[in-house]
Nanobody, 120 residues
């Protein structure tokens, strides 16, 4: 019923910038938290940033001060602004949303991922 589609990934030079977008579509009454996670080869998927329905945010220590998460509730979209990316930020980035058909009926939904590569 609900699908998340990420876009905006690609190759970015260290010190540059990149903005990821994730759009939720389908039958949606509301969306609670949304977030970005990443997974590099040989590593577990980890939290990058999350944002609540009222735009309260949480960030991984490794991206604090460099990345910014935001959302547009009218568009059911969450963004990740990546400033000053580093080679260690290279990973597949995945969008996540707690999406609700009704206020009590919510599901944790994942996108397909978008690759971000920061060469050394």
């Amino acid at each position: 019923q609900v699908q998340l589609v990420e876009s905006g990934g690609g190759l970015v030079q260290a010190g540059g910038s990149l903005r990821l977008s994730c759009v939720a579509s389908g039958t949606i009454s509301s969306i609670n938290d949304m977030g970005w996670y990443r997974q590099a080869p040989g590593k577990q998927r980890e939290l990058v940033a999350r944002i609540s329905s009222i735009s309260s945010t949480n960030y991984a220590d490794s991206v604090m001060g460099r990345f910014t998460i935001s959302r547009d509730n009218a568009k059911n979209t969450v963004y990740l602004q990546m400033n000053s990316p580093k080679p260690e930020d290279t990973a597949g980035y995945y969008c996540n949303a707690d999406s609700c058909l009704k206020s009590y009926w919510c599901n944790d939904v994942w996108g397909q991922g978008t690759q971000v590569t920061v060469p050394s």
